[in-house]
């Protein structure tokens, strides 16, 4: 039996989930091949956090685009996302003070809820907190953290309910071309899949699925890991989400009194995605232990709940890859660089308009495209703060 599909996404994570959704919503019957289950990635691993704090244009128009789908997730989307709102707040060394304050004044034009606060209005909202080492931060009162898996699983659900097809446990060994065509891919129980259209959607893999067309991604994996640490009852019931760069970390609440941590620096590079991600780098706990507890002193009499790691694909400028490339019919959707969750609604969007249409109307997402790194235009910011991942 032949198996075709107007267009075929390697990779069940939130990024294939979001593009079956957007295409199916534009009348297409997209295959999503996946080579495990939903969310089996970087997106089941996922901190969720939803904050729309980058120091890139680009990206703050594609989170606050998102943020509109995690808000109205019921409404846009149907089922569920998770989406808890937390407040979020974004530190960074006094030296990226300046830029902080010219990032918040880009988010606001865009109309992104977000202001400059002082260290005390820090404490007012979170008392526990040490403040004395910044004077400004951000803060978006409406941001906060969503369910990655739950996300994907309810992106994916949507999408087939309006005919897009997802076949889980099937791994793509082999993309067919033809006069430098994409005519499909093959599986490794030897079937094959036909489709003018086949998109890399496949995460810290992206750059095996793209070698199957010669291509060879400025790319490699990220290995992060995250605790979940038993809070205080002093602490309360919840507290802000948080990028604090001073201390090189990020962290949230999670349900149950938890608070999850992840840590900025050393965050290994180059290692095997198929790595075991039940348990975290030896030290790592250590390390967050340590971080969250300059922070929050009060974090010392807290307990460890339970650790564990993900791999995503980093690409050479830290940012996503996406667009065509290679031969004709084959797109990138990856690269997401460890920060890919938040912008999936959008990204999917954009890129649903830019395969249909010819070009993506709802945010410009061309310049993300693999021909800017031989081109000498990796995306920088306009007022940069250090690379995310040390
Ligand atoms: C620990 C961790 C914490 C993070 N925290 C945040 C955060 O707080 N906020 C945020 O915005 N981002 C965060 N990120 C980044 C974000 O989760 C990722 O950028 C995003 O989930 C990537 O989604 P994806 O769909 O591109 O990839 P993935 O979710 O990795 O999905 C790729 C899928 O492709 C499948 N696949 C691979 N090869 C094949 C093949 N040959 N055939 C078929 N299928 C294949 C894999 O099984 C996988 O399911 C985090 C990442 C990690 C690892």
Same mark, same amino acid.
């Given at each position: 039996m032949a198996h075709t599909a107007d267009v075929i996404i390697i990779g069940g994570g939130v990024h294939g989930a979001s593009l079956a959704f957007h295409l199916a919503q534009r009348g297409l019957k997209p295959l999503v091949l996946e080579r495990?289950? %939903? $969310? $089996?990635?970087a997106t089941g691993r996922s901190s969720g956090l939803v904050r729309m704090?980058?120091?890139l244009r680009l990206e703050c128009e594609l989170v606050w685009k998102s943020f509109e789908y995690f808000r109205n997730w019921e409404d846009? %989307?149907?089922?569920?996302?998770?989406f808890v709102r937390t407040g979020f707040i974004r530190i960074v060394q006094p030296q990226y003070e300046d830029a902080l304050r010219a990032n918040v004044a880009m988010q606001q034009e865009l109309g992104i809820p977000t202001l400059l606060i002082t260290a005390d209005d820090v404490k007012r909202l979170a008392p526990y907190f040490e403040v004395g080492d910044f004077t400004y931060a951000a803060y978006e009162p409406e941001s906060g953290y969503a369910d990655p898996p739950t996300t994907a699983a309810s992106l994916m659900d949507a999408a087939r309910r309006m005919g897009a097809t997802l076949k889980t446990g099937v791994q793509v060994t082999e993309i067919l071309t033809d006069d430098s065509k994409v005519r499909g891919v093959r599986t490794a129980d030897g079937t094959t899949y036909h489709a003018p259209l086949v998109v890399n959607a496949a995460g810290a893999w992206a750059d095996r699925i793209a070698s199957m067309v010669g291509l060879d991604l400025p790319f490699t994996t990220w290995s992060h890991d995250v605790m979940f640490i038993r809070r205080p009852k002093a602490l309360g019931p919840t507290h802000p989400t948080v990028i604090d760069d001073i201390h090189e970390m990020y962290f949230r609440p999670e349900q149950g009194r938890l608070t999850l941590v992840g840590l900025e620096s050393g965050n290994p590079l180059g290692e095997d995605p198929d790595t075991d991600t039940e348990h975290p780098h030896p030290g790592f706990v250590e390390r967050a232990v340590d971080h969250i507890c300059r922070r929050i002193p009060m974090m010392e009499e807290g307990s460890l709940h339970s650790a564990h790691r993900g791999y995503d694909g980093l690409s050479d400028d830290q940012r996503a890859i996406i667009g065509p490339a290679g031969p004709e019919g084959f797109w990138l959707n990856c690269g997401h660089s460890g920060t890919g969750f938040k912008i999936a609604p959008a990204t999917g969007l954009s890129l649903a308009e830019w395969m %249909?249409?010819?070009?993506?109307?709802? %945010?410009?997402?061309?310049?993300? $495209?693999?021909s800017r790194f031989a081109e000498g235009r990796p995306l920088r910011a306009e007022h940069p703060y250090a690379d995310i991942w040390r």
């Open positions: 495990k289950f %939903v $969310a $089996a990635g704090h980058y120091d846009m %989307v149907g089922g569920t996302c998770g %249909v249409d010819g070009e993506p109307h709802t %945010v410009d997402i061309r310049p993300f $495209a693999l």
